[in-house]
């Protein structure tokens, strides 16, 4: 813990300087969105003061040096990831796009009549809605992998569900809702032994811990830049080369051809086949800028220091009477789901509110995970790397007030 | 240590929470309509009991917040003896309240209702005191067996 920069992490986001009812602002709710630090910010300033211009298009300077920005980043995210090519790195708006762009073009050319989806009983909406839509368009099945009262998948009945009809196992890597971190490695392991690729949704696990999709050797890894200290609107969609060659492009447009006719189109080469359209660069220069911020700091100092964090607030939340923790899985993410026994939700998140705590009261868009635990709704605080245990202190001892007043 | 929240949280929305009034399942209701937030998992039944265009009885089952609980306690309190206009008229002067011009509001006749009054300045829970308003409304117009505040 002492060696975590703390003071100097916090210094570089402004927001934390704001006041939310004249209290200072305690922002727990990183799972929905993540705060900018100045760096990040600065980058898109600077970018559309000095170097801003469309890519892939002129030969003048300016889109020479925003394509230089634009590719730059792509390649830093290769890094980041340990992809094996950049031509694996699609750019699209977030995790929802990536996971529909795969429904939809690699769901509609393999998945057909009577072929089933696999996923799990914790995925957030847009891991279980877009398969929903391509299973109405095609006749495929989608299975869902039940989940224990821990929200762990329970493995043995995953594995059971994957059969000669499986062609697709999408799950997600760390759940928004429980905190879960599900067993990946071995999720992937079972799926290669039929041949069945594999997408994880790498929303919430991508700010919190490292990833190589060459260790995991997953197919399909889709997540967000606005959870990763990056801009809103920007995301990636990493997949195999050899898989993205075969999928047909997801929307058709400029930048994705590379000649057409009346008569014909002749599609451009990965990654430029899947991003139709002038793409959001300033928001990937900032993404480039969040990678690097990131870096610097190291993804397994961030998540030591936020188990730390996590295991602090469990223990805190633990001595609360009338207090029950939603997701309680062994390998979980900083996330604290809750629920009090006299006190709902959204009456939680609007007095916390009022001490300048911002948490999410809500479904968190897991309304089946709701249902599975019986609760219309829970409480969830969600940390990030700048957080604190005083920060946790404080919001605890708001819960222990706020569960008086309402007594 | 709450204090900022005494205009939204009065005593009486406690009191409602704790012990909502009419909280029963009602066997021979005329009208059953199921009202529905999504964006929070609020959901109520609501029932009433009718002697032509009166509302002789009205209760209600169902999990909220507290300021939802205390609204659909308080509008099956006032609502009862009341007709299908008279209710009609208490949803819009309660919808004035929570979300129109301050001047608009008739004091009198929202009586007991203006403990509600303090979700105006917090917009994302006007949604909870009203779905008890548009489940009536629903209910009354008796067009459907359920509806959503989305």
Not at chain 1, 17 to 24: Q, S
Not at chain 1, 120 to 149: F, R, Y
Not at chain 1, 351 to 374: K, Q
Not at chain 2, 54 to 63: K, L, M, T, Y
Request: proline share 4%; aromatic share 8%.
């Amino acid at each position: 813990m002492t060696t975590f920069p703390i003071e100097k992490i916090r210094a570089d986001f402004p927001i934390l300087n704001e006041k939310i009812r004249n209290k200072p602002l305690i922002y727990l709710d990183n799972a929905a969105t993540c705060q900018k630090p100045l760096v990040v910010i600065d980058s898109i300033s600077n970018f559309y003061k000095h170097e801003y211009a469309n890519v892939h298009r002129g030969v003048h300077t300016l889109s020479v040096k925003a394509t230089d920005r634009y590719e730059g980043a792509r390649e830093k995210l290769k890094t980041f990831i340990n992809a094996s090519s950049t031509k694996e790195i699609i750019f699209v708006k977030g995790t929802t796009e990536a996971i529909n762009l795969v429904a939809q073009t690699f769901g509609k050319t393999n998945i057909k009549q009577g072929d089933e989806i696999l996923i799990t009983a914790m995925e957030h909406h847009s891991n279980i809605v877009p398969w929903q839509m391509l299973c109405k368009d095609t006749g495929a099945i989608l299975k869902v992998a039940p989940i224990n009262l821990q929200g762990e998948l329970i493995f043995d009945e995953f594995e059971k569900l994957i059969s000669d009809k499986t062609k697709l196992v999408s799950v997600v890597h760390m759940s928004n809702a429980l905190g879960t971190i599900n067993p990946v490695k071995k999720i992937i392991a079972a799926a290669k032994a039929k041949n069945i690729p594999v997408l994880l949704d790498g929303a919430q696990a991508i700010p919190h811990m490292s990833v190589d999709v060459q260790a995991l050797d997953c197919d399909f890894y889709a997540f967000s830049g606005h959870k990763m200290y990056a801009p809103t609107g920007i995301g990636v969609l990493y997949g195999k080369q050899a898989l993205l060659e075969a999928m047909p492009p997801y929307q058709g447009g400029g930048d994705m051809i590379r000649k057409v006719t009346f008569e014909e189109t002749e599609y451009n080469a990965l990654p430029y086949k899947f991003e139709a359209g002038t793409p959001s660069i300033a928001d990937v220069v900032g993404l480039g800028t969040a990678i690097d911020y990131l870096t610097e700091i190291g993804m397994d100092n961030i998540a030591n220091y936020e188990a730390e964090l996590l295991d602090y607030a469990t223990k805190k939340a633990k001595q609360i009477e009338g207090l029950r923790i939603i997701g309680e899985a062994k390998d979980k993410g900083a996330i604290l789901s809750f629920v009090l026994d006299k006190v709902h939700p959204h009456d939680i998140g609007t007095m916390l509110d009022s001490l300048g705590i911002a948490i999410r009261a809500g479904h968190h868009c897991a309304m089946p995970v709701m249902d599975f635990f019986e609760v219309p709704a829970t409480a969830r605080a969600s940390f990030a790397m700048y957080n604190t245990r005083q920060e946790i202190d404080v919001l605890m001892n708001g819960i222990e007030q706020l569960i008086e007043v309402f007594g | 240590m709450f204090d900022d929240l005494r205009d939204l949280y009065q005593e009486v929305i406690f009191d409602h929470n704790r012990n909502p009034r009419n909280f029963r399942v009602m066997e021979d209701a005329d009208r059953q309509v199921e009202g529905f937030n999504p964006l929070c998992g609020d959901r109520l039944t609501l029932f009433l009991k009718m002697d032509g265009d009166q509302i002789v009885d009205a209760s209600f089952q169902g999990s909220g917040c507290a300021i939802s609980t205390a609204s659909v306690s308080l509008m099956t309190e006032i609502v009862k003896g009341k007709t299908e206009e008279q209710a009609e008229a208490l949803f819009k002067q309660f919808h004035e309240m929570t979300t129109g011009k301050e001047e608009n509001i008739d004091l009198e006749a929202i009586g007991k209702l203006a403990v509600l009054a303090g979700v105006r300045e917090y917009p994302a829970r006007v949604k909870c005191a009203t779905l008890a308003w548009h489940t009536l409304d629903a209910a009354l117009k008796n067009e459907e067996s359920s509806i959503s505040t989305e």
